[in-house]
């Protein structure tokens, strides 16, 4: 299930980065990855202690934020 998890974030980051550029012009992939970076931050700050939200932590920050910026590397 994590695995899924990790994919369906990874899913929606891909394609929300492949629709959002059209709204942002051509500093697209700039603008992205550092509110990406700032989300990044801002969830691990919040639930990074919490081991209770490893399911929120895989989806969102792997998954989703990770697709979404390109740091799916991670």
Do not use: K, M, W
């Not at 500093?27 to 990406?36: E, Q, R």
């Not at 639930?47 to 939200?53: L, N, S, V």
């Amino acid at each position: 299930i994590q695995v899924l998890l990790v994919g369906l974030g990874g899913f929606f980051g891909q394609y929300s980065q492949r629709v959002v550029p059209h709204a942002l012009g051509s500093y697209s992939t700039l603008i992205i990855n550092l509110i990406g970076s700032f989300l990044i931050g801002f969830v691990l700050s919040f639930i990074g202690e919490r081991t209770t939200h490893q399911v929120g932590y895989r989806f969102l920050v792997i998954g989703f934020l990770g697709g979404l910026t390109n740091y799916s590397t991670f």
